[in-house]
């Protein structure tokens, strides 16, 4: 069947309470105005306000307090209004949500699931539209103990999000604004997928492009004008970030020898870097030359519509990046 991205998170959160009673939603506007975004349209209606939960704006708050409900046996379900608003709750998510299982020497599990709207959206401005969810995803990666989800498209979303709330370990979990209204098959009935495994979107032989969340759509877009010249581009979805299936990326460039990597995060140190370092220790002999990263501009997301559009990776830029690693003009 066919859904919005929207649709599907709707689903997959709407199966697992319906599922499990210990599970439950909390976060603000997400019960009486049903989400910033309508992920949780018709919840407060089917579970009630004890498991459709409205709280302040108070991240710090109500991220605590979720993760203390998470180690007393509940499976808190934690909606970010944006993700650039879970800096202020990053001490409970890196020194509680991540720490607490090991820390106890397991006996203690975080099963959390924090998720919500990252990823430049139109003319937000620079805290509120701009790159910052995917220089967090680099920072939420860097924290032994968490696991980092970024779907690209309404299947994945699903299927991720499910297996995500039934996971013992505290999952950050990425939607990016701009993918909300998008539309895509969803398989019928129940399914999951697998953290930790990527995707191979498109099948290629001449270079392998890796991109994520709504960067994958670009990476798909820039494949179909590379073919118009007959160079075949392989893209890649890791779907997970952490874990990292590194395993099918290599796979796919030592078969490609080239790689582009794709991500809408800021360039210094972003998490491109990471993906980058990790491959050049697995096949470095089989790359035919450097591995390229197309990034956003090293600014403040501005407002203005056309700066905007000329800070966040596009086709172009893309198709420019290919044609560089294969030393074509």
């Known amino acids: 069947m066919t859904l919005t991205y929207r649709e599907a998170l709707n689903q997959a959160l709407r199966e697992e309470m319906r599922r499990d009673e210990k ?5 603000e506007d997400v019960a009486y105005y049903q989400g910033a975004f309508k992920v949780s349209k018709g919840f407060l209606e089917e579970f009630g306000p004890r498991r459709v939960v409205d709280t302040p704006i108070t991240e710090l708050g109500f991220t605590g307090l ?3 409900a998470a180690m007393a046996g ?3 379900v934690v909606e970010m209004m944006t993700f650039n ?16 299982r090991y820390m106890s020497g397991g006996q203690i599990s975080v099963p959390i699931v924090i998720r ?9 401005g620079a805290q509120h539209s701009q790159s910052l969810e995917a220089s967090l995803e680099a920072w939420f990666c860097d924290v032994p103990g968490l696991m980092v989800v ?3 498209s309404p299947r994945d979303a699903k299927g991720l999000l499910k297996t995500a709330i039934r996971e013992s370990n505290p999952v950050i979990f990425i939607e990016a604004q701009l993918l909300y209204p998008t539309k895509g098959e969803v398989d019928e009935g129940e399914y999951l997928l697998p953290l930790g495994v990527a995707d191979i979107k498109r099948a290629g032989t001449d270079v392998t492009l890796i991109a994520y969340s709504k960067m994958l759509s670009i990476a798909l877009q820039a494949a179909e004008v590379l073919a118009k010249d007959g160079i075949q581009a392989e893209v890649v979805d890791p779907r997970t970030l952490r874990p990292l299936d590194l395993n099918t990326l290599a796979a796919s460039v030592k078969k490609t020898g080239k790689a582009v990597i794709i991500e809408d995060g800021w360039p210094f140190a972003g998490l491109g870097a990471q993906i980058a370092e990790s491959l050049y220790t697995r096949v470095f002999d089989y790359l035919d030359g450097p591995i390229v990263r197309v990034t956003a501009r090293d600014v403040p997301m501005p407002y203005a519509r056309n700066l905007e559009d000329a800070v966040i990776p596009d086709v172009k ?7 560089t690693v294969l030393y074509k003009k």
């Open 317 to 323: 830029r893309v198709v420019a990046a290919v044609r």
């Open 150 to 152: 970024a779907p690209s």
């Open 74 to 76: 509940l499976h808190p």
């Open 116 to 124: 919500g709207p990252g990823s430049a959206a139109h003319q937000l």
């Open 23 to 27: 599970v439950f939603l909390i976060g």
């Open 85 to 100: 608003f879970a800096i202020l709750a990053m001490d409970q998510i890196v020194n509680n949500a991540a720490k607490i």
């Open 66 to 68: 979720a993760i203390g």
